[in-house]
């Protein structure tokens, strides 16, 4: 059910939509990242960010969009017919909150066109019973709430501040607001001590009990351009973590599963830099090898749910 909800939310569209100007309570010039954290409970650690409207136009859009129709086409159907809503247009930008560790509770907050609010709302309760708070603000946000989330999501939702939320937490305000200056799909993520223990104690990266933060970002622009950065309290470790993954990488590029499904070379394009205490992993495909590249993973990804 989580997955359909998603879905509904933050389905990837083939036409461009509308131009849709900010909301006036927006700062002028600037994505509505403030606004959004203010709705999302205080204990969220992981803060993920789509703008579709953005995205649409983009050279890399549509093979990432194809791949996705192919996976998650017969959902978007049901989403369609049960609600009058159409994921593949209607989404414009999409939130989605995760606390430290992984419990159940998280949040979703999906911009959309004006909806019709009493079917949708409906449907959703109609599918998530107790298990999610779901309905339908301002006739055009969609809210969900999962987990011990629920209650606080509706009290977020109202404005009325009795809760502490997300855009208090300044580390994460300003980790989010850094990432998105140049983005449009993007997340922030402060590591928990329980995560950096849990790192740590696996063996493989023992460097990983000073990491601090972790963020990434997807460009479509010129190609499909991943990047993700990773932020140590200690310049020394991060050299070791760079150093590790690189290890693991040209290692990851000789795996018989990796050449069989075609995916090495492109392997090779990746880069792993280290420049004091921050570790940078990047990886540029240009637009004709973008669709290549994604139904290479969609075969892999059907060979690993049918073992």
């Given at each position: 059910?989580?997955a359909?909800?998603l879905?509904?939310?933050?389905?990837?569209?083939?036409?461009?939509?509308?131009?849709?100007?900010?909301?006036?309570?927006?700062?002028?010039?600037?994505?509505?990242?403030?606004a959004?954290?203010?709705?999302v409970?205080?204990e969220?650690?992981?803060?993920f960010?789509?703008?579709?409207?953005?995205?649409?136009?983009?050279?890399?859009?549509?093979?990432?969009?194809?791949?996705?129709?192919r996976?998650?086409?017969?959902?978007?159907?049901?989403?369609?017919?049960?609600?009058?809503?159409?994921?593949?247009?209607?989404?414009?930008?999409?939130?989605?909150?995760?606390?430290?560790?992984?419990?159940?509770?998280f949040?979703?907050?999906?911009?959309?066109?004006?909806?019709?609010?009493?079917?949708?709302?409906a449907?959703?309760?109609?599918?998530?019973?107790?298990?999610?708070?779901?309905?339908?603000?301002?006739?055009?946000?969609?809210?969900?709430?999962?987990?011990?989330?629920?209650?606080?999501m509706?009290?977020?939702?109202?404005?009325?501040?009795?809760?502490p939320?997300?855009?208090?937490?300044?580390?994460?305000?300003?980790?989010?607001?850094r990432?998105?200056?140049?983005?449009?799909?993007?997340?922030?993520?402060l590591?928990?001590?329980?995560?950096?223990?849990?790192?740590?104690?696996?063996g493989?990266?023992?460097?990983?009990?000073?990491?601090?933060?972790?963020?990434?970002?997807?460009?479509?622009?010129?190609?499909?351009?991943?990047g993700?950065?990773?932020?140590?309290?200690?310049?020394?470790?991060?050299?070791q973590?760079?150093?590790?993954?690189?290890?693991?990488?040209?290692?990851?590029?000789?795996?018989?599963?990796?050449?069989?499904?075609?995916?090495s070379?492109?392997?090779?394009?990746?880069?792993?830099?280290?420049?004091?205490?921050?570790?940078?992993?990047?990886?540029?495909?240009?637009?004709?090898q973008?669709?290549?590249?994604?139904?290479?993973?969609?075969?892999?990804?059907?060979?690993?749910?049918?073992k």
């Amino acid at each position: 059910m989580t997955a359909t909800l998603l879905l509904l939310a933050g389905a990837l569209g083939c036409r461009r939509a509308q131009h849709h100007p900010p909301r006036a309570t927006a700062p002028p010039g600037a994505l509505p990242i403030t606004a959004a954290l203010a709705q999302v409970p205080a204990e969220t650690a992981t803060f993920f960010f789509l703008d579709f409207d953005r995205a649409r136009g983009q050279a890399a859009w549509n093979p990432l969009l194809a791949g996705l129709v192919r996976s998650f086409g017969p959902v978007l159907e049901g989403v369609s017919a049960g609600t009058g809503f159409e994921p593949t247009r209607n989404v414009h930008r999409l939130w989605f909150a995760l606390p430290g560790e992984p419990d159940g509770r998280f949040a979703l907050l999906a911009d959309t066109d004006t909806l019709d609010e009493a079917r949708l709302t409906a449907w959703l309760r109609a599918r998530t019973g107790d298990s999610l708070a779901a309905f339908v603000r301002n006739h055009n946000q969609i809210v969900v709430g999962a987990g011990a989330w629920k209650t606080l999501m509706a009290g977020l939702a109202r404005d009325d501040r009795l809760s502490p939320s997300a855009v208090d937490n300044p580390e994460l305000r300003r980790l989010c607001e850094r990432v998105a200056r140049d983005h449009g799909v993007w997340f922030a993520s402060l590591v928990s001590p329980k995560i950096r223990r849990a790192l740590m104690e696996e063996g493989r990266f023992p460097e990983a009990a000073s990491l601090a933060r972790v963020s990434g970002h997807i460009d479509l622009e010129a190609g499909l351009h991943l990047g993700l950065v990773g932020e140590l309290t200690n310049t020394r470790d991060g050299a070791q973590v760079a150093h590790r993954l690189l290890v693991y990488l040209n290692q990851a590029k000789r795996d018989p599963e990796m050449l069989v499904s075609g995916l090495s070379p492109y392997l090779e394009a990746v880069r792993i830099q280290a420049q004091d205490a921050t570790v940078r992993v990047s990886l540029d495909v240009p637009s004709v090898q973008a669709a290549d590249l994604v139904e290479r993973m969609e075969a892999l990804a059907h060979q690993a749910r049918t073992k």
